[in-house]
């Protein structure tokens, strides 16, 4: 079974986390899609987030009732900073041994991954399928696979959704 993981502050969530969702998994074909609001994102500590229970709410209340969506708790009831490598091993343990696992992410993630916790533990447990940002240059993958070897092997490049909204814009209106 393939498997997408879209993890982030979702502070909020908004109509382009879904887009890329959905364009994810028609193009990847997958069959259910794992939603990872983070707990204590360790990129995001110069900023106030809102609480976790609302962060988590406004997910639940936006993919519920479609089939192919789940909302997982996982960073939010573990202590400390929240880490994709861990949670993309956690996940891996609940799963079949033949399920490949799809972390999703936009193209400016994906340049700043090698600052990530252990971002070579990401790409060894997982594909990233990564997606264009508006005014976002496509990412270096030459320098990336300089950085982290192999990378480039695990990379699925999407050229959509490309959605001109993000959290920070919604949050400053």
């Not at 990530?116 to 447990?125: C, K, L, S, T």
């Not at 990564?130 to 976002?136: F, S, Y």
Request: include cysteine.
């Amino acid at each position: 079974m393939n498997i997408g993981v879209l993890g982030g502050t979702f502070d909020p969530v908004h109509y382009g986390h879904l887009m890329l969702a959905e364009a994810a998994r028609q193009r990847l074909h997958l069959e259910e899609i794992i939603l990872v609001p983070a707990g204590q994102p360790p990129l995001k500590t110069a900023r106030a987030i809102t609480p976790a229970e609302h962060r988590l709410r406004m997910l639940e209340l936006a993919v519920g009732g479609q089939r192919h969506y789940t909302v997982s708790t996982l960073e939010i009831e573990r202590a400390g900073p929240s880490y994709t490598a861990e949670t993309i091993a956690q996940l891996r343990k609940r799963a079949g041994a033949s399920d490949e696992f799809f972390f999703l992410m936009g193209w400016d993630s994906l340049e700043s991954l090698p600052q990530w916790h252990q971002p070579a533990e990401i790409i060894r447990q997982c594909r990233l399928a990564v997606a264009p940002r508006p005014g976002t240059p496509p990412p270096d993958l030459e320098s990336l696979e300089r950085q982290l070897p192999g990378l480039a092997a695990r990379v699925i490049m999407m050229d959509r959704p490309e959605v001109a909204v993000s959290a920070s814009a919604i949050r400053e209106r």
